[in-house]
């Protein structure tokens, strides 16, 4: 049966991206050798490794701008404390709109002070804080521009002359934005751009090496952006997939083509949400994410027979996450349109059903 995959992450890829990256695994490059057993610095790889970072900038409109990207380890998780271990000498700003933001909040926190400009905790981080002032003496800002767990997004980022650092682990990729308002954009691959393994970093160089305290060499940016992202062995297989993927997304049309695609799925989706009776969206509507959509049955007494009915039509992961409740639909850039059609259509039968 036909899967219809809306998990949060890691998430749908490309089929094509599949059907490549298994045939990888059994011979890479017609050498003969699996991608898994060779070695991160034979000409294969190195070109792999190039081309990911080449292609991340080029679909960002980053390149030649004073940009690196590099692809790390340890997750969005570690960028919590990497970012601040690099940037803080005092304080740094941060809005706080979600579990993702807090939990940067709180990294942060081991090395200077914290101010976090404003936060949207008094409604369970179900919009955008959107009047706040920016402390014009702090070492940078840090947003993160989709709340994967609550469905919101930043529809635009406030003017700074602070170095602007923005958590898009879920919605890079998806959207065409001026990218070079950013000095240091990170994101965990496995949301919009590969298996979960790596994380992409693209940061403006000129940013670096302003702090006085000293900084392990795996913890500096620096030391990665000198070794062309092979300080150490990197995540092999997952920078391969998510160059694939990158790929994907520039043979489509690039960001351009993406936005087009997942602004109609979230139309579609969001439309059925307002219309029909039985459900209400979680999210304000401004502030609605087109990657994360939550939204919740208004009676839980029809949650049996939805999740009952979904389910059995090969839909995989709509169940919300358990400080929201309910469900979430994470549309990526791989989910077609013709999935979101198939919760849109059983939301209707739910609503002639009961
Ligand atoms: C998933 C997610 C993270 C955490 O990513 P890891 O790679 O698991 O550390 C951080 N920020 C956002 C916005 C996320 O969606």
């Given at each position: 049966m036909k899967k219809h995959n809306f998990s949060a992450g890691p998430c749908i890829l490309p089929q094509e991206v599949f059907q490549e990256a298994s045939q990888a695994i059994l011979d890479f490059n017609n050498s003969g050798l699996s991608i898994l057993e060779i070695s991160h610095r034979?000409?294969?790889?190195?070109?792999?490794?190039?081309?990911?970072?080449?292609?991340?900038l080029?679909?960002?409109?980053?390149?030649?701008?004073?940009?690196?990207?590099?692809?790390?380890?340890?997750?969005?998780?570690?960028?919590?404390?990497?970012?601040?271990?690099?940037?803080?000498?005092?304080?740094?700003?941060?809005?706080?709109?979600g579990t993702w933001s807090s939990k940067a909040i709180k990294e942060a926190k081991f090395f200077g002070d914290v101010i976090e400009v404003a936060s949207s905790k008094d409604k369970n981080f179900n919009y955008i804080p959107k009047s706040y002032s920016l402390p014009e003496d702090a070492d940078y800002f840090h947003c993160t521009s989709n709340n994967t767990i609550f469905g919101t997004q930043m529809k635009s980022f406030p003017a700074t002359s602070r170095p602007l650092v923005c958590d898009m682990s879920s919605d890079i990729f998806s959207r065409e934005l001026d990218f070079s308002k950013f000095d240091l954009i990170y994101a965990g691959a496995q949301k919009n751009m590969g298996p979960a393994g790596t994380t992409l970093v693209i940061v403006k160089e000129e940013i670096l090496g302003k702090v006085s305290r000293e900084?392990?060499?795996?913890?500096?940016?620096?030391?990665?952006?000198?070794?062309?992202s092979m300080f150490n062995t990197p995540a092999v297989y997952a920078v391969y997939v998510s160059m694939l993927t990158l790929r994907w997304i520039k043979s489509k049309g690039g960001l351009k083509a993406m936005e087009k695609l997942n602004h109609q799925k979230a139309e579609l989706l969001y439309a059925e949400i307002d219309r029909n009776p039985l459900f209400?969206?979680?999210?304000?509507?401004?502030?609605?994410?087109?990657?994360?959509?939550?939204?919740?049955?208004?009676?839980?007494?029809?949650?049996?027979?939805?999740?009952?009915?979904?389910?059995?039509?090969g839909v995989n992961g709509l169940n919300g996450h358990r400080s929201v409740g309910g469900y979430r639909a994470s549309m990526y850039n791989a989910l077609p349109l013709e999935s979101v059609q198939v919760v849109v259509d059983l939301m209707k039968e739910l609503e002639e059903k009961v």
């Open positions: 034979s000409p294969d790889f190195v070109a792999v490794m190039e081309e990911a970072r080449s292609l991340a080029e679909l960002l409109g980053l390149q030649n701008k004073g940009y690196k990207a590099l692809f790390l380890q340890g997750g969005a998780s570690t960028q919590f404390l990497m970012v601040a271990y690099n940037l803080i000498n005092k304080k740094a700003a941060y809005l706080n709109t900084i392990p060499s795996m913890m500096n940016y620096q030391t990665h952006i000198d070794k062309d209400k969206g979680f999210a304000e509507k401004e502030d609605r994410s087109p990657m994360n959509a939550t939204f919740n049955l208004v009676n839980e007494a029809h949650k049996e027979v939805f999740d009952k009915m979904w389910k059995s039509a």
